[in-house]
């Protein structure tokens, strides 16, 4: 009997789980993506880009949408198909031939699965790949964006309370009668003026080393001006391009196996310890854990209640109330962590609790449900 009617069931409920979760991730991907890409494409038209840099960081940006929305599409369709399987009392003729609800879970087990196989790719290998590429092109732009700011003869305002003068550019690159003013603390304005000045590339961000010239800074209130000569002066051009203000690495840029085993080197470009990185790492495997357990939480949840004609609106916001308390408890584990990183099993403590949850609605589910009239048990 199980490789006949069951064996059809099972994939017959898997494909229609699968084609529900490739419905809501798409839907879900393009919400996302719609409004960070009008943000991100703002940025770039301010910073003179073309499309093609448009559409190469909005790749790069797409593998943690992704991963974003699998879990959240992986509880949809579980809570839609059960919820349509109930309507139509498939449900019901299956457990009436008597399979367990344990049994009844398998299809959603295996579709779990393969949610949680695509969230561990997403987290594990592909998105620090991606965020260390990400990374390295927005330093590029940042430092092309410099270069567009030294325009000869033309007074540019690259942020808001920041004005910029260049008369003259030498073919060697020198700087010639430059001028800064910085009003962006509304107590003060600063302006700098120099003869000359040179533009130095640094670890951080590019950097105006000006020479012979004077500091004034102007106090509205107390109606006072004060003045510093100097023989060269730096100033940092980080604000004016949003460039890196650290130079280090993110650990989302760190791929999973250097995080499990960092070196020396990757301890002080992260400015982490071992213990950290060890959470974060362990963080990606549990999130994948997680996409395995959301739409088991729809399923069980829903399997509960039954059929009723009444619906199972009920079952529907308690399984999203599931949800919201083991993201809750995410939350509460990542602020214990924060305090002692060393506890990094804690990580996966959300995800055995999701799967325990889901085993207790299981046998809940298979109880038999005793009848009452007149308030005394049939």
């Known amino acids: 009997m199980d490789?006949?009617?069951?064996?059809?069931?099972?994939r017959y409920m898997l494909s229609q789980l699968m084609m529900l979760f490739g419905f809501f991730a798409l839907v879900l991907v393009l919400v996302y993506w719609v409004n960070s890409a009008v943000q991100l494409f703002d940025q770039l038209v301010a910073d003179g880009q073309n499309l093609s840099v448009f559409l190469e960081l909005t790749m790069l940006t797409l593998p943690?949408?992704?991963?974003?929305v699998l879990p959240i599409a992986g509880f949809a369709a579980a809570l839609y198909v059960t919820n349509r399987l109930?309507?139509?009392?498939?449900?019901?003729?299956?457990?009436?031939?008597?399979f367990s609800p344990f049994r009844l879970a398998r299809p959603v087990l295996a579709f779990g699965i393969v949610a949680g196989l695509l969230t561990g790719a997403l987290t594990v290998v592909i998105n620090p790949l991606a965020n260390a590429r990400l990374a390295d092109r927005q330093a590029e732009i940042a430092r092309s964006a410099t270069a567009r700011l030294l325009q000869e003869g033309e007074f540019l305002s690259p942020i808001?309370?920041?004005?910029?003068?260049?008369?003259?550019?030498?073919p060697e690159g020198e700087l010639r009668d430059l001028?800064?003013?910085d009003s962006r603390d509304p107590e003060e304005t600063v302006t700098y003026t120099a003869s000359s000045a040179y533009l130095v590339e640094t670890a951080t961000a590019p950097q105006l080393v000006m020479i012979d010239g004077l500091v004034q800074v102007l106090q509205p209130e107390a109606a006072r001006l004060s003045t510093t000569r100097f023989e060269d002066f730096a100033y940092d051009l980080e604000?004016?391009?949003?460039?890196?203000d650290s130079g280090r690495r993110r650990?989302?840029?760190?791929?999973?196996?250097?995080?499990?085993r960092p070196t020396p080197e990757t301890l002080e470009a992260t400015d982490r310890n071992a213990a950290q990185l060890a959470v974060e790492a362990h963080d990606r495997v549990a999130a994948a854990l997680l996409s395995v357990a959301a739409p088991l939480i729809g399923f069980a949840t829903l399997l509960i209640g039954g059929f009723s004609r009444f619906g199972v609106w009920r079952q529907i916001l308690g399984a999203i109330g599931l949800i919201i308390l083991v993201q809750s408890l995410e939350s509460v584990v990542a602020s214990a962590l924060r305090g002692?990183?060393?506890r990094w099993p804690l990580v996966y403590v959300p995800a055995i609790a999701a799967l325990a949850i889901v085993a207790v609605e299981l046998v809940l589910a298979g109880r038999p449900r005793r009848k009452y009239r007149r308030g005394v048990p049939a």
């Open 3 to 10: 490789e006949g009617p069951v064996a059809r069931f099972d």
């Open 64 to 68: 943690s949408l992704i991963r974003l």
């Open 86 to 98: 109930s309507s139509d009392s498939e449900l019901t003729v299956m457990q009436a031939t008597g």
């Open 160 to 170: 808001s309370g920041i004005t910029l003068y260049i008369r003259d550019i030498t």
């Open 179 to 181: 001028l800064i003013s």
């Open 239 to 244: 604000p004016l391009t949003r460039a890196s």
């Open 251 to 260: 650990t989302r840029e760190v791929s999973t196996l250097e995080l499990l």
């Open 340 to 342: 002692d990183p060393s």
